[in-house]
């Protein structure tokens, strides 16, 4: 059984900065793709960003020159969001796409205050 749990959020003030972490748990062999989703207050989920096995990444065009997606240990992959704005105000999901199922986590609220 993947399960995927994400740490990181909260409350921040306009300008700040967070780091998202997710930890990877389970037996798997290796992963094709993992990625942060968000879910903002229109309750809309959008893609933010992925990375894929070959480190290859991807990220939603507003957001594209500020966050960074990166793994870090084996099984741990990170968002990093500098001068957050109130629009980044959202639940962040992280998602593992492996073997051709794709497990999400419980998400990790953030709320950007101006």
């Known amino acids: 059984q993947v399960q995927l749990v994400e740490s990181g959020g909260g409350l921040v003030q306009a300008g700040e900065s967070l780091t998202l972490s997710c930890v990877l748990s389970?037996?798997?062999?290796?992963?094709?793709?993992l990625g942060w989703y968000r879910r903002g207050p229109g309750d809309r989920l959008e893609l933010v960003a992925i990375?894929?096995?070959?480190?290859?990444t991807h990220y939603k065009d507003s957001v594209k020159g500020r966050f960074t997606i990166s793994r870090g240990e084996a099984k741990k992959v990170n968002l990093h969001i500098p001068r957050l704005n109130p629009e980044d105000t959202a639940v962040y999901f992280c998602t593992a796409d492996i073997d051709r199922t794709q497990y999400w986590g419980q998400g990790t609220q953030v709320i950007v205050s101006s």
């Open positions: 389970g037996s798997f062999a290796s992963f094709n793709v």
């Open positions: 990375i894929n096995k070959d480190g290859t």
